[in-house]
Structure formats: structure tokens, C-alpha cells
């Protein structure tokens, strides 16, 4: 890390600096420290949370998922410790699986606040580092748009399986074919329910709007590469675009992000989301459990793959017509899972009309 030029993270719409701690990390337990010195405590801003004065001092609440307590409990509870003696407060901290709020109280205001913002650096870092558990995805799996893509597989076996790398097993499953909007990390019921929430606000603040409360006919046509070089492919996806030639399904899919991202429930990826629909992935081919969405971020994502030459499938499909579907929803699917069509499971819903 560049002492000088130390990484930005970006909290409740402030942005803190990631400093550079050297101290011994344990085997078993990630520990990080992103944090002002003990004397450092007393121009902290407060303006992103609520810190209230009570009668033996002052107290804030943080809301965090049961899974983060033990990174803020730390190694035989050292970080807890550190955190209390270097802010002069106290962190009470719920039972491990028990939902509820972080507690931290002070005499001091100075130091109340401290505490929370170095518990809230804290708990983003950690939150970037888990795998993610839901995503937000438009279904492409209605039986005519299976059948084609089921065309699609078997006629480049027929003519592309002797090509380096193309088989069988890299190929969707066609029950769970969909695009990716953004990937989130749900860690507790509270946290689906909040993002179940915002999917309705986004209908009626501009999801309506955009679509007049019907739905978007997009045709799927054609397919592309995701890499530099389509003799060394890992993940061919089939184009996706509007019917009538219109942008209003990217303008769903973007401002969504933006709002997800925004409330912090999801990190910003790209400038503007990418309308693709996986066909064919090298991750398929290690683990048939893998979720199917390449471009997701998380630990399980990328491992040792195994390239294919698309040079041909590229050639002899690139306009491959796949149909047209009728979108009417956006869903936020649960990860490693399957309803009974077979797509993913369905953690909430918002409904065009």
C-alpha cells in the first residue's frame, strides 16, 4: 500500500482514508484497523448518523448483520478492546446469531463518534470481502427462448466440439437463463426486506414511468465475448436490446443500480450496467454448482479456468436469434438456489404492471 496515497472508502456519503496498520495478523481471523489514532477522536464528523445524549453521556446505535460481530469482537475480543480504550467507550455487542444493534456509549460525544466511524469502516470492508447472496436479474427463461438456446447448444457441438476447450459442460442451464443487473451481499432478513423495500420505491418513483406499467418486449440476438482475445474465451453471452430501438430497458437497469448503489446495498461496478445474457462460461466447467452470473463480484467468482476457442462459434452464430421475450419484472433472485420452474428463487419483486 502506498503510505502516501492511501486507498478512499466511501461511508454516508463522506469519504475516509484507509491507513496503513502493521501489527501481527492471526491465522484464523481477519482483523483490520482503518482508523484515527487515539487523540484523533475530537473533529470526527456526525452528520451521517445519530448519536444521542443520555443521562451517564452519549450513546450510538450501529445496525449490523449477526455474521460482521466477530470482526468487530476481533481475536479474543482484541479488537473490541482496542476500539473501547482508544475511543474511552464502551461496545456492547449482541450474542453471535442473535439480530439486534451494536451499542456504543461514552462519556465523551468525540468519542462516541469516533468509535462508530471506525466500526462503520470496519464492517464495509468486511462487507466487500463476502460472497454475494443475492442478485437483481430479469428472467429469460420462458419456454420458447429455452428452446432455442437448447438449438443453439446442441448445433455448436455439432459443428465447434473439436475446437480447443468447447464442450458440453459450459453451457448454461437453460432454466436459469436471465440478465444481471448488480450483485448484493443480504446477510439477515432485515437486509432482504430493506432491499425488498427499495425495489418498490423504484417502481413508483421512476420504474412506472419508464415502462407505462407494461412490458418491454426485447429480443435476444447474436453473440459476444467477454475477454481481448476470442481464441482464449471464458464467457460468451448472447445481445440483448429493446425491440422498438428504444433505451428504456438500460434506463431501468441503470437507474436501479444507481439507487441500489446509492443506498448502499450494492457497490458500483461500471458506469452502466451491461445487458447480456450468459450462454457459455469456463467457471461451468469447474463447479456445475456455480451461479451462472460471470460478471458478479465475490470470492467465489473467479478460480482456475480453462479457455475455449469461440473463434468459430463466433463466426457461425453471431446472429443467432434466440426470440423475443416479454419482460414484466425485476426480481431479486437468491444465490444456490431454485424455485419450482427451476430459475432461482425469488426473494421480492417489482412488477411492471
Known amino acids: 500500500m502506498d503510505v502516501l496515497r492511501p486507498p478512499l472508502i ?23 484497523d482503518f482508523c484515527t489514532g487515539p487523540g484523533d477522536c475530537t473533529d470526527e464528523p456526525c452528520d451521517a448518523f445519530v448519536v444521542e445524549e443520555t443521562e451517564r453521556g452519549f450513546q450510538c446505535r450501529v445496525e449490523a448483520p449477526s455474521p460482521f460481530y466477530k470482526y468487530i469482537i476481533g481475536k479474543k475480543g482484541e479488537t473490541k478492546k482496542r476500539l473501547e480504550t482508544e475511543t474511552r467507550t464502551s461496545i456492547s455487542i449482541p450474542k453471535p446469531g442473535v439480530e439486534g444493534e451494536i451499542v456504543i456509549t ?113 429480443e435476444v440476438a447474436g453473440v459476444e465475448y ?38 448502499g446495498l450494492m457497490l458500483k461496478e461500471w458506469d452502466r450496467v451491461k445487458l447480456h445474457a450468459t450462454v457459455m462460461n469456463t467457471l461451468f466447467r469447474k463447479d456445475p454448482t456455480e451461479e451462472r452470473n460471470n460478471t458478479m463480484t465475490g470470492k467465489s467468482s473467479f478460480k482456475e479456468r480453462e479457455s475455449f476457442n469461440g473463434q468459430n462459434i463466433l463466426k457461425l452464430f453471431e446472429n ?10 425485476v426480481r431479486l433472485s437468491q444465490r444456490f438456489s431454485s424455485d419450482a420452474s427451476g430459475y432461482y428463487a425469488t426473494s421480492g419483486q417489482l412488477c411492471f404492471s
Open 320 to 329: 443467432f436469434h434466440f426470440g423475443e421475450v416479454q419482460l414484466d419484472s
Open 226 to 263: 467477454m475477454n481481448d482475445d476470442p481464441a482464449m474465451t471464458d464467457v460468451l453471452y448472447a445481445k440483448v436490446h429493446m425491440k422498438d430501438g428504444s433505451d428504456r430497458l438500460q434506463m431501468v437497469a441503470d437507474q436501479l443500480v444507481e439507487r441500489f448503489v446509492a443506498s
Open 10 to 32: 466511501r461511508i454516508g456519503g463522506r469519504v475516509y482514508r484507509k491507513n496503513l496498520i502493521q501489527e501481527q495478523a492471526f491465522p484464523h481471523e481477519e482483523e483490520e
Open 106 to 218: 461514552g462519556q465523551q460525544r468525540s468519542g462516541v463518534i469516533s468509535a462508530r466511524t471506525r466500526i462503520d469502516v470496519l464492517l464495509d470492508s468486511f462487507r466487500k470481502k463476502q460472497p454475494f447472496t443475492h442478485f437483481l436479474s430479469f428472467a429469460l427463461n420462458q419456454p420458447a427462448i429455452q428452446e432455442k438456446f437448447l438449438q443453439f447448444k446442441e448445433e455448436v457441438l455439432e459443428k465447434c466440439s473439436k475446437d480447443h476447450g468447447v464442450s458440453s459442460s459450459l453451457f448454461q442451464n437453460p432454466a436459469k437463463l436471465h440478465l444481471t443487473l448488480g450483485t448484493l451481499v443480504l446477510l439477515n432478513e432485515q437486509e432482504i426486506q430493506k432491499a425488498c423495500d427499495l425495489l418498490q420505491r423504484c417502481k413508483e418513483d421512476f420504474v412506472d414511468q419508464i415502462t407505462g406499467g407494461q412490458p418491454l418486449t426485447v
